[in-house]
């Protein structure tokens, strides 16, 4: 395999110039535009049943779920819609991808050394959010990659979003919104090929049946097995196929049953060296690496790596109206995932002239680069199931008070979610790896095997929830949510005792190997969450807002692990982890209601943090510490006119550590992996001969790692701007071409770190890929 030696890209200085004439352009041109025809410009349109938009276009009006009872319009929070429409004409085919279009949320974190980052781990707003992904409104578990084949909009919901769902991340939420049957038949398909080895089917199949009136099914299968541009032997294998049945549509009654299966078999990416990378700095005995940074295309896996995933989900859902202004819905849900996974992860420390074989790179001639090898010193294993039952029903009524209207959203949450672990006891090794020519075949003789150690995590929820919007005239809207969450986590971890350092398991007189229970026990408490917003509409056109809201995340309530030691905010004792965001904003509808603009001031303050700085008479840590994200968001998405759609989203954020120690490399107080700045762009212009053309442009800002003893190794990751391009024919109604090109300057930039900075993500490399497209 030969090194990458030319990869050109525009100047940073180039690049952010370009970033911000396009956003500037887009704001500027919307006024001035000629309103489009709403019809040929493809708005949103309700189908029958679940209430959900069916949008052709990037402009979405409303949120799938009924607790939010207002347009996005009028409802006082930063939301943003993703719509199929968007991010299928991009060639996203999982939700980080389809991620890309909300600015600042991505997947930076690339885990610690022992513990691999896998799946969505997607940070917002200077948090961890991943374990506040959800599907129809219900959380849905696993550290997985989750494919966007039955998807029909991703809402990104920034800010507390404890009184719409429970527990979460302090800075907000993503919901996938399901593809249902309906009324409407419509046949459809997408096949894929790329220039790198990606390969992938889509199908979307709806029929009504005619002698079964109100009768629907709808099928969607998807088909893939794709290398990932730019890197070598990391492959995405993954089939899948969802149903949805549904009953009574068209009447009072109606009935959903929705039924999920997706089996993945992927060799994971156990990223790259940063050595030689802007901010790397040789240790002892490494001084021949400067200036020799590894070719990105490097796998240092082994045949032997695997990502295996098998996720189920059934879901039954009944909706009835007593009248246009009463209506009762309940959902039932069970879910399921289970994950095995190998990953030969490493670390990059350096040896000594004395033992050159002493650290994880060693080397048998100093100056012969090819002799220097790493250590596949970290197999990191996971074996685990995670499993959800739950049943939703909520309530909605219309109703006035006087001269007050009421759009009410009320509700019962009852939900069991499980976690179970198997801990995995291996003999043998892997062997070291070239550092400069990496064979992936060479497995050496590692054996693996379920201990019968693990761990098991539950919790229990009940809700009740409240919301309503009251309606003052024209011109003033006040909404008000509260939420009750009962909630009870078990937990139980069993390990084999023995072994030295910090992970060393007390036998307690046991003889060594014995599987010993290190931790047994539970929590409970009582949630309290709300929010309050007010909307002031001048004219119809313009929304003035203001709101606050509170979120809680209790001890366990990201990962179901509780700790009988003190000072850890999983710990039985602690205290629930606290945001309070407060945002001011105004969201403009232009051109006749075909063009959104919209824009945020936000501040979230996290409370009840571990602070290492101030201890108790105890000496433990404290839960002074205390952070805070603040900055603004902008964003424009619709169309320009009938034939020009745009989306263009731009974030600035100032995070900070206001009590407690450092969580960055650098040692300053800013939070880690959140870019102070991010762009993203796209627009589409369609043609009457049905030639459409357009692009984007993706910028993220210089992003902070976290601190730890890991010495040489990068501090921060630097800002990067990618360009995208398709192109698009439609041959007739029935068939079109597009093509997708990626990153077209081959921009070689660093998409994300772990924790130590020994090993980061490279960016995907230039790719196209052509895609047909079939609709009957």
């Known amino acids: 395999m030969s090194h990458i030696t030319n990869r050109k890209h525009a100047s940073p200085a180039q690049c952010g110039l370009a970033t911000a004439t396009l956003l500037t352009g887009l704001a500027l041109a919307a006024p001035a535009a000629a309103a489009p025809d709403l019809a040929a410009a493809g ?229 790259v060296p940063t050595i030689g990378l802007p901010g790397w700095e040789p240790q002892p005995g490494l001084e021949a690496l400067v200036g020799h940074p590894v070719d990105p295309e490097n796998f240092y896996g082994t045949g032997d790596d695997h990502d295996e995933v098998t996720a189920q989900m059934a879901t039954f859902r009944v909706e009835h109206d007593f009248s246009d202004t009463l209506k009762l819905s309940n959902t039932l849900r069970w879910g399921q995932t289970v994950q095995d996974y190998l990953l030969s992860a490493f670390m990059t420390t350096g040896g000594n002239a004395a033992d050159p074989q002493a650290g994880n790179i060693g080397w048998t001639n100093p100056a012969d680069l090819s002799s220097y090898t790493v250590a596949r010193s970290l197999p990191t294993f996971k074996d685990q199931r995670n499993r959800i039952l739950t049943n939703q029903l909520n309530l909605r009524a219309d109703f006035a008070t006087g001269g007050v209207q009421h759009n009410l959203s009320t509700g019962l949450e009852l ?143 990201a990962n179901f692990q509780l700790s009988d030691a003190a000072g850890s905010a999983n710990s039985v004792n602690a205290d629930p982890q606290k945001a309070r965001t407060l945002e001011v904003g105004t969201k403009w509808s232009l051109l006749e209601d075909a063009l959104a603009l919209n824009l945020a001031l936000f501040r979230t303050d996290v409370s009840n943090e571990i602070n290492t700085l101030v201890t108790d008479d105890a000496g433990l840590p404290t839960q002074t510490g205390q952070k805070r994200v603040q900055g603004m968001e902008l964003s424009l998405v619709g169309n320009l006119t009938a034939n020009w759609s745009v989306s263009a989203g731009y974030t600035h954020q100032h995070t900070e550590v206001e009590e407690g120690a450092p969580v960055a490399r650098n040692g300053s107080h800013n939070l880690t992996y959140t870019p102070e700045e991010a762009f993203t762009g796209w627009t589409t212009y369609r043609f009457a001969s049905g030639l459409t053309l357009g692009g984007g442009v993706r910028y993220s800002g210089r992003m902070l790692r976290g601190t730890d003893g890991a010495a040489g190794t990068p501090e921060s990751v630097k800002s990067h701007t990618v360009w995208d391009a398709v192109a698009s024919y439609a041959v007739n109604q029935h068939l079109l071409l597009r093509l997708n090109g990626y990153n077209l300057f081959d921009k070689q930039y660093v998409a994300s770190i772990n924790k130590s900075g020994y090993r980061y993500t490279p960016g995907v490399a230039r790719t196209v890929l052509l895609s047909a497209e079939l609709r009957f």
């Open 43 to 271: 708005q949103a349109t309700t189908l029958d049943g679940v209430q959900v938009n069916g949008v052709l276009g990037y402009k979405a009006e409303r949120m799938a779920s009924p607790k939010f009872t207002q347009p996005l319009q009028d409802t006082p929070q930063t939301i943003q819609v993703i719509t199929a429409e968007l991010f299928n004409q991009q060639g996203a085919t999982t939700l980080a991808e389809a991620l890309r279009n909300s600015p600042g949320v991505g997947t930076f974190y690339a885990g610690e050394n022992g513990n691999t980052a896998t799946g969505d781990a997607v940070y917002m707003r200077g948090f961890d959010s991943s374990n506040s992904i959800y599907v129809d409104g219900v959380r849905d578990l696993g550290s997985i990659s989750r494919d966007v084949f039955n998807t029909g909009q991703v809402e990104v919901t920034k800010g507390p979003a404890g009184t719409d769902n429970g527990r979460s991340s302090p800075t907000g939420a993503i919901n996938m919104v399901s593809k249902h049957a309906n009324l409407h038949d419509a046949t459809s398909a997408t096949l894929s090929a790329g220039d790198q080895g990606q390969k992938r089917a889509t199908a979307d199949w709806n029929h009504a049946f005619a002698g079964l009136p109100g009768t629907a099914l709808r099928v969607n299968a998807m088909w893939q097995d794709s290398d990932v541009p730019g890197r070598d032997h990391v492959d995405n294998q993954r089939h899948g196929l969802a149903t949805s049945l549904a009953f009574g549509l068209g009447s009072d009654t109606r009935y959903y049953l929705n039924l999920l299966y997706v089996e993945q078999d992927n060799v994971p990416d156990g990223f």
């Open 415 to 557: 939900t069991r979610e499980e976690q179970h672990s198997h801990a995995i006891a291996s003999t043998g090794a892997q062997p070291a790896a070239s550092l400069y020519a990496p064979d992936w075949s060479d497995r050496g003789d590692l054996a693996w095997a379920r201990s019968g150690a693990g761990s098991q995590g539950r919790t229990d929820t009940a809700a009740l929830y409240l919301f309503d919007t009251l309606e003052f005239g024209e011109r003033f809207l006040l909404s008000a949510g509260l939420r009750l969450d009962r909630y009870e986590t078990s937990y139980r971890n069993s390990a084999t005792c023995g072994g030295s350092g910090r992970r060393a398991v007390p036998c307690g007189g046991q003889p060594v190997g014995t599987i010993v229970q290190t931790v047994d026990t539970e929590d409970s408490d009582t949630l309290l969450t709300w929010k309050l917003g007010g909307v002031y509409k001048p004219s119809a056109a313009v929304s003035l807002y203001a709101g606050y809201a509170l979120s809680q995340q209790p001890p366990g309530g």
